[in-house]
């Protein structure tokens, strides 16, 4: 049995949902309903609410909102408007789709006596990248303001909290921050058509494979070797890059001459089989990701059967997720790394 290890690297494009020290400005509307006892609640019928924010991101989860927005209700005279900052966190990271929660804190200002109150506010929801710069987001608040809600009428309660139940929608226009740069990619070995001159062609370990054939350089004088010049221990790397759009698994046609070669590989190598294994890094959930790297594996194997008719029988795909990194989780370039697929041959 000899074992051949083939690196793909596969890197996420510009579009990945990392919004780390990138700003954002955006707006929202929605419905509010007064809840709970409070006289004001109980004469103050549902209205709608609007609201503009600004964001920034400390790293793919956390970041800070700082949002005005104002509450009309129906049969009362009062209007809340809120000023405050929000701490938000996102739990999927930089996924294109994550859940959100925030707990926050604002000054409420009411319309008919300008008097300020403080609020404490939780939300929770769910956004997502529909285009690079731009995220849509739907959230359910509730805030909780400290204080007499309204002027001296009839709802002039002394310290009676009122409590205020918001479902919005939000659109936030990103901008600024730095994206990873590409890892650079050494073009890939092609054939010349010219064959060099036989002098140059050297048997370098003297395992009886000439250079230009040899996959395993540096093997003993002496070992037995295979027809690549590795012997049965000994295993032989090939890095083809390719880069998948974020949270996709559709292959470029411009990686085609790459993943050509492999097959040309198994094809001339028919006593072969290949397991392809897919790896992502640790952004997002573990089961997303999971099945994330089982897509990209599988687009792989289907891509070779169907554009370069290997047998299906010789195929097979697996994800890892971000069970084996290489590089380190904690900086873009070690993540970038850890977005990969290896195909392990066998023969």
Not at 66 to 79: I, T
Not at 126 to 146: C, K, P, R
């Amino acid at each position: 049995m000899r074992l051949f290890v083939l690196m793909l690297l596969l890197v996420s494009s510009a579009f990945a949902a990392d919004r780390t020290g990138q700003f954002g400005v955006g707006g929202s509307l929605g419905w509010n309903s007064p809840v709970f006892g409070h006289p004001f609640n109980d004469a103050a019928d549902s209205q709608f609410n609007w609201g503009v924010h600004g964001r920034y991101h400390f790293n793919p989860n956390w970041g800070v909102e700082l949002g005005h927005s104002r509450h009309e209700f129906d049969d009362v005279p009062s209007a809340l408007e809120t000023t405050g900052l929000t701490a938000l966190y996102r739990f999927n990271g930089a996924a294109r789709f994550s859940t959100l929660a925030g707990l926050g804190l604002a000054h409420a200002d009411f319309n008919d006596t300008q008097d300020w109150r403080s609020v404490y506010k939780a939300l929770g929801g769910a956004e997502y990248d529909i285009m690079e710069n731009l995220v849509v987001s739907a959230i359910a608040d509730y805030q909780y303001v400290d204080g007499r809600f309204g002027g001296g009428g009839e709802y002039a309660t002394g310290s009676n909290p009122a409590h205020v139940v918001s479902a919005r929608a939000a659109l936030t226009w990103y901008f600024g921050g730095k994206k990873a740069a590409p890892a650079p990619v050494a073009a890939p070995a092609k054939t010349t058509p010219v064959a060099a001159p036989v002098a140059e062609d050297k048997d370098s370990d003297g395992d009886g494979v000439l250079d230009s054939q040899d996959k395993c350089p540096g093997t003993a004088a002496g070992v037995t070797v295979n027809a690549y010049g590795c012997a049965k221990e000994e295993k032989a790397e090939i890095k083809i890059n390719v880069e998948f759009a974020s949270g996709k698994t559709t292959i470029d046609s411009t990686y085609r001459s790459q993943l050509s070669e492999l097959a040309d590989f198994l094809k001339s190598h028919a006593a072969t089989t290949a397991v392809i294994e897919g790896h992502t890094d640790n952004t997002g959930s573990a089961a997303l990701n999971k099945r994330l790297s089982q897509q990209r594996a599988e687009a792989v194997k289907d891509y070779l059967i169907k554009e370069f008719g290997i047998e299906s029988r010789r195929l097979s795909a697996t994800g890892f997720g971000p069970e084996k990194p290489i590089g380190n989780n904690a900086t873009l370039e070690g993540r970038q790394h850890n977005r990969r697929v290896v195909a392990v041959v066998t023969e």
